[in-house]
């Protein structure tokens, strides 16, 4: 029997952040929505499993031997789940009230709209703005959500753009290029339209999908009244500074090949090289800065039997 919405939970070795998650979605607000919860667990050592197995027997638990990624680990998912609509959730995400439900109802509503996000805060309840977004043009290197120039100047026009941070406090939804693969609600026939996640992505995977959602003639919105708590960097074990350092790798490798493949670039095209030239000095730069901080925090947490992680792995 099918269900309205089917959320698909991505797991690595975050086992309180799962429990947190899937507490959060029993006490939600849901109306006359109906729902399931697929976990599709990729190579937990920490006891999520056995967790699962014990305290809750209805949520459906896909195990993989090996970490196979965000990206293949949803689309399993969604080939198990048996809803009208899916919602990607991170394990480290806490659902607030009807956030959910309302995202199924709009989507009811609005047969031309293919995907529809909610607003991320953070722990503290401040907003992430990493809900929706324009898809990354070359100004994102200097003025992308984390850096230090967005920080120091939030009112440039550059990252006002690119984070749609002007847009926020709207209280009605409204149309962004892509959405945090975090938490991302997707029409079941828009999903198979755009041929499902991009499994051949690790970073800049949701760029690639949305744009072929739209290249579908889906419109994809966020909804800035449904609210989820997003731990940002704490879900899949312990970040260590050789998991951080492959995230820096992978980003930046993933940001070339999004760049060159937006733009249409062939092969031999002369903007390949320069724009291969400046990511990697950026990569070379950020890991640097990473090799001067102390580790000493991810190293208690290893001790204390929670294991490395981190997708890049």
Known sequence: MSVDIS???ISLNSRRFVRGCIDSLRAAAWRAVTYEIVVVDNGSSDGTLDMLGRDDPDVVVLANAVNEGFCKAGNQGARRARGRHLLFLNDDTLILGDA?????????DHPQ???????LLNSDGTDQFSSGRRFTTPSAALFGRRSPLTRLFPDAPW????LMSDRI????????DWLSAAAMMVRRDAFEA?????????????QIFFKRLKDASFG??????????????????????????????????????????HHNLGPYHPVRAVAALLLSARACALIAADMLKRDTGAAVQLQAGRPEGGVAL
């Not at 990252?159 to 690119?162: I, L, V």
């Open 159 to 162: 990252a006002r753009s690119y």
């Open 113 to 119: 709209a293919g995907a529809i996000g909610s607003r």
């Open 169 to 176: 406090d709207s209280r009605a939804p409204y149309e962004v």
């Open 100 to 108: 959910v439900t309302r995202l199924v109802e709009w989507l009811d």
């Open 220 to 261: 994809v919105f966020l909804d800035p009244e449904s609210k989820i708590i997003h731990h940002e960097g704490v879900g899949s074990g312990v970040r260590t500074r050789r998991v951080r350092r492959r995230h820096i790798q992978a980003f930046h490798q993933a940001a070339w090949r999004w760049y060159c493949d």
């Open 7 to 9: 959320m698909v939970i």
């Open 194 to 206: 755009a041929g499902g996640l991009a499994e051949d992505y690790y970073y800049f995977h949701e």
